[in-house]
């Protein structure tokens, strides 16, 4: 499997308290009315339904409660409806952040996995084991917001040009260097797409200005799915 660490923005740290988000049966939560909101970064889309958003995004909540609260017991999979495309291998990553800011992001480049069971590994890893930051703390959780990306098959491109900011998450090689960003990444930093490119150059260990020779590139798009409330849609 091709794991990315850091396809997200930049670390930053931060805290703020925030509404709890960590369980799907949480009563104050629901009251609000709470739904899985979907943004696309360009045309494709995995197609799910409401409830299938609304499984995946407790898979991946409930999972940060059984990972940081110590594993206890098997994670129970019972609970879920697990339907045929859950069950579609599919790449995906998690994005933790607390008061805006990067608390942990890991995911796969390749759909190695049933989008399910890929959404559950990425939140442990992301919680526990994005080597850039310390592991989550049970603490944590009521401040944790959550995002899943689910990634479309990857495309190469010609060259640079054809590269979308905001459609397109990009992945730049250049002989042993690799480095990736999430769609959201360019947007959210307000970067060009030289300024990607020259991000990305030096995230892969080179000079920044390393992407402008002997360098291929592919791109993919993503649905990412984060909680909301219908106010908000």
Known sequence: MLVGVGACAPRVEPPNERIDRVGRTQSEWVAKEAKVKETRSGEWSPALTAEEKEALFAIATDTLAWCVGGRKGSFDWQAYTLTPKLKVPMATFVTLKMGGQL???IGSLAPAAPLYESVHDNAINASLNDYRFR???AAELKRIDVDI?????IEDIAS???????EHGIILRKGMHRAVYLPEVALEQKWTVEQTLSSLSQKAGMPPDAWQEGTSFQVFSSVVLAMGRESEQ
């Not at 990306?149 to 098959?153: D, E």
């Not at 640079?160 to 905001?166: M, S």
């Open 149 to 153: 990306s689910i990634l479309s098959p």
């Open 160 to 166: 640079r040009d054809d590269f979308k900011i905001g």
């Open 103 to 105: 608390r942990g992001c």
């Open 135 to 137: 592991p989550v703390t």
